[in-house]
Every structure is written in structure tokens, then in C-alpha cells.
């Protein structure tokens, strides 16, 4: 598909973690934008090729932003939302997730993903970095909605081997340009040091990064600690597991030495702010994260915890947190979580063209709506987005060229009717 | 109007905090609920008069819920909306907030104060307790909009006298039945003892509850004890503020004395999570009011300090952060949530009639679709509108039995384009 979005808003993205507003048009051709400017210096997208343009898309001086980069969840918890909130964390894990998530099968999954996909769009999330079980099934249902989707394996002792985890990445890698793959596994608290080791291998024969869940809760860096006399952190790196990068999503209950780490390996924050708050697990260190010059991600988390797929949430409380945090209200601007939301993201899930909006790069990318009463006046739009902007203010969300979502309505394959029936058919089986 | 709204699903308030979902019709005729049921014994309802039912709405089965109180607010601040952000409280007082409002006239709140109303009305927000510059243009921008709004005094050592507080009182007390007005001042660290004790000679004239920011930083509350040898909720005590109740907002820094006149007096505590999250002042003692049987509201604050005016993002926060502030993911459940924003507003506010869905109560309410991802499946309506809810389930907002917004669209009588104009001339001009 050929869109030429007219008369628009457009967010660039600087080096230096800041942004612009420029006025004009975006060009989209195929899966890329290739063109950004006031629509009369068009020479070297035509000289390329000529172009039929099926869409020109009157934006009425709305604002194009880059997609949303969800870079930790686990999509087809959707059917945990609202199931068993109001309870301490283990007994939430243990007794209520744990046993209903034994009952699901792949196709349960398949069905929650889109459900979880529909959530995204509407919030204007592009991709999502997802660790869940039947990582097959999963990639699948993302790719089946034109949904740009990288998985992760949540490898740990009650699931599958390593030798699948190879499997899966090969597979998963070789699906399509909207499917990739990255090494990772649950989190030191469940997975045994001869996994850990065997991802290891995995990671230095792939040369991949690996993300896992660290430093989530306290109990958890002390029971590693109490183990291995050594931080979840310390413990990996000392594998051998970050030789080619990779970073831990929370991050919340960080340690002198972890910072080290993180910075030597450049290894990403992937932050998760309402889970955090929700499960009463703490808050992150983001400012210091910054200061450190640490690369900072944000994630869901899944529906389970969280309970929303909401980045408009997400981004407030990113800040909103480490203001509080601190005691400093002048801590972790605007700019540095819109670039979080967008750009570490892209990076962190290494899905290096799209960062941005720029020429060449992947056209994943969202209308805000600014007609609306929280995005005025317009004293600054990236305070408005990130400070009182909304998912009510997503008016479009495009994937690799393509609109999935626009006005209230989903172009992803399914019916919304379908999609919630079958999701309350399978919370009704379990019951 | 009579309005019959019919195949809904209905959120039935219970005095002990806990809600039911019953499915069926809820009428309205006039300004009033005059039928909840099953849409067949409606003896009572025709008894009375002949209802012309000028618009059955097929609810689809989606959920109608007492409309939200916005318990603490500063409506006309939307023109500070992201002006000044990133910056501590002090600075962003003294040197942004102030100067900007003295270039205010009666003429800015008033249009100011209506794209506040438009906001509100996105969010399900159906009355608010505004505080700020020029009263009597404030009661009038909401009354014009058909908003149910409760003005309070902002009266401080560099504002109008306590003269004009009681002339304000009795001027918007008369304005109809959308406006009242309820005594208050701005705080305790602005307001010498001689307007404190005018205010209280005034609260015992009238029989009026007093409301005051309180103990919103640690900051005030030291400088307070430093001059009077206690906390400003003891000072405003000693000075018999409360002898007809009130409440504070903020309410983040308490002391042990504080909680025993909160519940003598049965004052509120109106919380405003986002505001004091963003300007770094701290995490509410939510648990432990609700655990002292003090009845909690919510606020938004005003939008310079928030930045939005979202009840949902509010609810959220409420239970979110009390969970980690006591890290105990278990405590302050979403049912006390609801509660809060809703009858607890309703009562903090006076609006005695506004409380929940019930026949004889005034029809200010409002309809969440269902049928968004968001909101699906359905394990638990009213734990899905507290961890997961959106502005954007806000399908229709009705207040005093007219439907204001419906379908992302305004009846208010005003132009949305012309009272963004009118904003953006405002900041404008004050550049």
C-alpha cells in the first residue's frame, strides 16, 4: 500500500534524545516511508519509482509520531485480566496464575494474542518484545494480524529444553519480516544454572542477546544472592550470558555492581511501571539509569499484572514515578520517555528501522489526534503526549505500511465480536 | 428529557462499598432516575405521570456506573497544560504558575474552564469541586455547559477578602441547581490566622464544611509546626474550622493527631495521585484511612500539576500506589476505589443525590463500552474499570438527565474548534 499523509504533524527524533515538530507530508510506499518534507521536493522519491497513491490521507494538522514499542509482555495473559487482582504476589503467581495457565492450549493462545493485538492498537503500540508459552502459536497470531512481533523464550525448569528454545528461534527467525526472535529465558529465580548455561551456548553459536526477567522484587535479588553470593545480574553475567547484549526487564532492585554491568554490556532497562506498582513490587532507579547513560525500554508487562495494554499509562509513570522516586520534580523529562517509548524500545527489541520517522525507515507509526480537549492548548506536544495524552487520542496506527487501526475500527483480519466471545468462552471452560 | 435507557447492564452502589451489576432498564425523566428494573413492573414509574420517552437507547449491554466527582480541582489551569513541566514545585510556583495567572481575566476562565468541561466529560467525570480566581465566572462556564459544579474559596493573604468569600457563597449558592458553593481557603502555609478565623466565623454563619489544601508536602507541614507547634489539620482545628466537617486535599503527610480529628470531625481526605506524583510530593496514606473508616474522594488537582483530568488514570493510581507504598500488593481493593470516586465525591461534594444509580437520585451517569479490548473478558467488570478502564470506554456522559457526550461528540452548546482557538489565543497572548 502507497499513503501519503497530507497536511500533517511530524515527530523527528534527534540523536540526542530530543524531538522536533515539522510541518508537512509523510510518504509511505510499501512498508517504508520514503518521504518526509512539504510535498514539492519529491524528485528523489520519483526518480526511484513511480508511485500510485491509493490513500492520500488529509491529517487536518494532526501529529505522526513513531509507533510505541512494547518491549516486555506476555500478550495471551489477557485472559488473566481482572481474574485475581488484590492479592499478594506469590499467592497471585502460585495459586491463581500457575493453575490456570496450565489449562490453556495453543489455540487458546493464538485467540488471546489478538485480543492482547487489538489492545495494543488502540494504544498505538507497533510491536511488542513477548515471552509467553507456545512462542510458535504466538508469533503466529501477531503475524496473522500484520502485527510486528518479537518473541522471546521464557525457558525455566517447569517448561520446555533448551534444544527447543533452538528451535524455536530458528523457526521463529525464519517466519517473515513481521516475526523475529530473541534469546532470553524466565528469570534466575526459576531457571537452573545448567539452562542458564545452555542459553549461554545458545547466545555465543547465535550471537544473540538475552533478556530475562531481574531484580522484579527484593526477595528475589536475595534469595539469588543467598544462592550464588552474587546479584541475578552478577550471577548471569558471570555465564557468559551478555557477551553479545541483550538486558532484563523491572530492573527495580538494582545493586552498585549491576550498574557496572549494565553499562559494560549495554545492556537495556526494560521498564514495567504499573506491574511494579501493582504487584508491590517497588519502583525502578530510572533516573539513575539515565544519568548512567543506561539505555531505558518500557513494558506492559502482562494483562495479568498490569491490568492494561496502555502506553499513554506506562510513559506518565515512568516519569511520574522517579519525580516521586527522587523527590525531585524535575527528574526524567518528557522527551527522555518519549524516546523510552519509541526509540529504546526499537533498539532494546532490535528492530533498528523503527526507531523513527525518517526516509527508509520501517512505517510503523501513529496519528495523535490533537482535536481533543487533553492535548490543548498546545503549550508543548511532547509534555501533551506524555503528561495528559490518551489512547482516546490514537486516531490511526499503521504496522509495516499498513493501517490496522483507524477511527475506532480494527482492518486486522477478525472480528472484534469473535475475538471477545472466544476469549470469554475460554475463561468460562475453566471455571 | 426522558430518556429510557434499556438492555443495559447497571452498577447498583452497596452502603458496605461493594457493588452489583444488574441487568435491565434504568429511565430517566427530567433531571431524575425515576426506573431501575427489568423494564415490566413499571407501575410505580407510570403512577406518577405520563412519560413521553422521547429516546429509547439500546445500551447493547454495555454498563451505565454513577457518574465520576472530581473532588478537588482547579478547572481554568488548562492553559498551563504542559507550560511548564520538569521543573520543583517551588520554581514552578513562584515563577511559572503565579506570573501566568496574574495575567488572567474573568474572560480566559470562563472559556478556559469550558475546555475543562470537555475533558471531565471524556473521562465520565459528571461534577467537579473547583477552586480558583473569579468564583462567580466559574459557577457561570459550568452552569452555561449544563456541568453540576461545587465552587469552594481559594482565599489567601494576596487574594480577595473574606467579605467577598461570603458574598461568592451566597451569589453561587443562588445560581440554580447545578451550582453550590461550599467554604473553603487555600491552605494553612498562604493564609494568615485572621482570614482562617473570619473563614470559621463564616463556617458556623452558615453551618458550612470547610475544605483547604493540606499537608500536601512535607515541607508545609514542618514550616506549619514550626510557627504554630502543630500540624495544619490541628491548627485549623484549634480554630474551629471543622465544627461542620470538611475535609483537606492532598492529605499526603500525615501525623498520628491528624487521623484522630479526621475521624471526630469525619473530615474527608480528597487524594490526587497524579499531582502528587508529578510534583514529587509523596504517596498518600490511602490504607490506613480506609483502615480508620475516614471516607477517601478523588481529585484530579488542577491540569498545570497533572497533567490530565482522568479519572481512570486517578483510580488507578489510588490502589497502585498504595499497594506499593505498603508493598502489599492485597491492600485498598478496586472496589474502594470505585467507591471513592464515585459516592465518596458525591459526598465530600454535597451532592447528597449524586451519589449511585438509584431511583429518586439525580441522573448524572455515565456509559463504559464493553466492547473494547480493554475491558475483555469479562472475569470482573468493576476490577476491569479500575485496572484497565479507559477515557476511551466513555461512550456517553449524561449530567442532570442530559446527555452531554455521546460518541466523541460534545452538547454543550459551544464549538470545540472555537474553545481551542480561544486557548491557544490565551497562551498566546501571554507570551
Known amino acids: 500500500m502507497n499513503v501519503q499523509f497530507k497536511n500533517a504533524r511530524i515527530l523527528k527524533t534527534n540523536p540526542n ?15 517504508e516511508i520514503c518521504y518526509i518534507g512539504d510535498g ?22 494532526n501529529l505522526l509520531i513513531p509507533g510505541f514499542k512494547n518491549a516486555h509482555t506476555h500478550t495471551p495473559m489477557t485472559f488473566l485480566r481482572s481474574y485475581a487482582d488484590d492479592m499478594p504476589l506469590q499467592d497471585w503467581l502460585t495459586k491463581q496464575v500457575f493453575p490456570k495457565e496450565a ?18 492498537l488502540t494504544s498505538g503500540i507497533t510491536s511488542n518484545f513477548d515471552m509467553y508459552l507456545f512462542p510458535l502459536a504466538n508469533a ?27 528451535e524455536h528461534y530458528l523457526a521463529v527467525n525464519e517466519m517473515g519480516e513481521l516475526n523475529s526472535f530473541i534469546l532470553g529465558f524466565h528469570g534466575e529465580y526459576t531457571t537452573s544454572r545448567e539452562i542458564m548455561e545452555g542459553l549461554s551456548d545458545l547466545a555465543h553459536k547465535y550471537k544473540s542477546p538475552i ?83 543506561i539505555s531505558v525500554a518500557i513494558g506492559t508487562d502482562g494483562p495479568a499484572s498490569n491490568n492494561a495494554l496502555d502506553f499513554f499509562r506506562e510513559m506518565y509513570l515512568m516519569t511520574a514515578l522517579a519525580k516521586v522516586r527522587e523527590m525531585d520534580a524535575s527528574c526524567v523529562s518528557a522527551e527522555e520517555v518519549l524516546y523510552a517509548a519509541t526509540a529504546g524500545g526499537a ?18 507509526l501513529v496519528m495523535i489526534d490533537l482535536k481533543q ?5 498546545e ?12 489512547k482516546s487520542n490514537v486516531k490511526l496506527t499503521m504496522i509495516n505500511g499498513q493501517i490496522l487501526y483507524e477511527d475506532h475500527n480494527f482492518h486486522i483480519g477478525f472480528d472484534p465480536e469473535e475475538i471477545y466471545a472466544r476469549a470469554n468462552a475460554i475463561i468460562r471452560r475453566m471455571k
Open 211 to 293: 533478556y530475562l526477567h531481574n531484580a522484579e522484587t527484593k526477595r528475589e535479588v536475595e534469595e539469588c544472592k543467598d544462592r550464588w553470593g552474587m546479584t541475578p545480574t552478577q550471577i548471569t553475567e558471570s555465564l557468559g550470558l551478555y557477551d553479545f547484549g541483550g538486558g532484563g526487564y523491572h530492573m527495580v532492585h538494582m545493586e552498585e555492581a549491576d550498574y557496572e554491568i549494565m553499562k559494560k554490556r549495554n545492556l537495556f532497562a526494560v521498564t514495567n511501571p504499573c506491574s511494579n506498582l501493582k504487584l508491590a513490587s517497588g519502583i525502578a532507579p530510572i533516573k539513575r539509569f539515565l544519568d548512567e547513560g
Open 347 to 364: 533498539y532494546a527489541m532490535h528492530l533498528m528501522d523503527c526507531d523513527c520517522l525518517a526516509e527508509g525507515k520501517k512505517a510503523d
Open 40 to 61: 514539492k521536493d519529491t524528485e528523489r522519491v520519483t526518480d526511484n519509482a513511480p508511485i500510485a497513491w491509493e490513500n492520500p490521507i488529509d491529517c487536518q494538522g
Open 373 to 377: 480537549p487533553n492535548m490543548q492548548p
Open 140 to 166: 503466529k497470531a501477531f503475524r496473522d494480524c500484520g502485527f510486528r512481533s518479537v518473541q522471546t523464550s521464557g525457558v525455566n525448569n517447569f517448561s520446555y529444553s533448551v534444544k527447543e528454545v533452538e
Open 17 to 31: 534524545h530530543s524531538f522536533e515538530i515539522l510541518d508537512g507530508e509523510l510518504w509511505v510506499k510499501g512498508n
Open 103 to 120: 489449562q490453556l492450549t495453543e489455540a487458546d493462545v493464538y485467540w488471546l494474542d489478538i485480543l492482547g493485538v487489538m489492545e495494543y
Open 379 to 390: 503549550n508543548n506536544l511532547v509534555k501533551n503526549l506524555v503528561y495528559s495524552g490518551s
